[in-house]
């Protein structure tokens, strides 16, 4: 193993859990073992309280998802991912700017504005 090979495993955004690519991809745990099996996908495994999983290169997952459904199927899955993470930062900031308010107005109260 060179040292590019062992650098992809360790740089941020490359890998991704084999639940995370279930769910952004719409692959299946079968469809996953398969890919490893066929050497479409390399992996390591890991475990987080005694629960193992898979580590997979995401340019990997991404190529085989390509390979099953076409580019755009890829590209329309990458959109909805943006979108939803997108959405989530926008309900976190909503609720921030909440709180925010909130003691904005505490502090106002307590100085008398």
């Known amino acids: 193993m060179d040292d590019d090979d062992t650098a992809i495993w360790s740089r ?3 890998t ?3 639940k995370s690519a ?3 991809f719409g692959l299946t745990r079968q469809e996953i073992i398969a890919a490893i099996r066929a050497g479409k996908l390399q992996f390591r495994e890991a475990s987080m309280h005694g629960n ?4 997979l290169l995401r340019h990997e997952v991404e190529a085989l998802v390509a390979e099953k459904g076409g580019q ?3 590209q329309r899955k990458k959109l909805e991912k943006e979108l939803a993470d ?3 930062e926008a309900r976190r900031l909503k609720t921030r700017l909440k709180a925010v308010e909130r ?3 505490e502090l106002n109260a307590v100085l008398g504005h």
């Open 16 to 18: 991704m859990s084999d």
């Open 22 to 24: 279930r769910e952004e």
């Open 12 to 14: 941020k955004g490359a």
């Open 103 to 105: 003691r904005q107005t």
């Open 52 to 55: 193992p999983w898979f580590r």
């Open 86 to 88: 997108l959405k989530k």
């Open 72 to 74: 755009e199927d890829l």
